[in-house]
């Protein structure tokens, strides 16, 4: 089972940017997925989530301005992060599970079984 993010980098506050999470080694179509943060000295959070039929779930934090989709031909998870603020800076790690609908599990890491390396999201 292998999650690897990229997309990450430095960018201007009310810019955008968009992750990529390729998924290997599991029919991914059936787990729910999710994007985490985290920054230095802070607890990881869960920014979006998405369960196995594509129903949607965003922290306050991210409703508005971050969009999470999945293509499942690509074995894609996606994360569109537009008007970005400095808060928003972190490292950004995609997440995995087996199940249906996870939403109810978007702040609790630990529920989620798989994790990528994470890529650095830097606004200034």
């Known amino acids: 089972v292998q999650l690897v993010e990229s997309g990450g980098g430095s960018v201007q506050a009310g810019e955008s940017l968009k992750l990529a999470c390729e998924v290997t080694?599991?029919?991914?179509?059936?787990?729910?997925m999710a994007w985490f943060r985290q920054s230095p000295g802070k607890d990881r959070e869960g920014v979006a989530g998405?369960?196995?039929?594509?129903?949607?779930t965003y922290d306050d934090s991210a409703k508005g301005r971050f969009m999470i989709s999945k293509d499942n031909d690509k074995n894609t998870v996606y994360l569109q992060m537009n008007n970005l603020k400095p808060e928003d800076s972190a490292m950004y790690y995609c997440a995995a599970r087996s199940g249906g609908y996870c939403g109810y599990l978007l702040q609790t890491s630990a529920a989620w079984s798989y994790w990528g390396q994470g890529t650095q999201v830097t606004v200034s």
């Open positions: 998405i369960d196995s039929d594509g129903l949607a």
């Open positions: 080694g599991f029919y991914y179509v059936t787990y729910c």
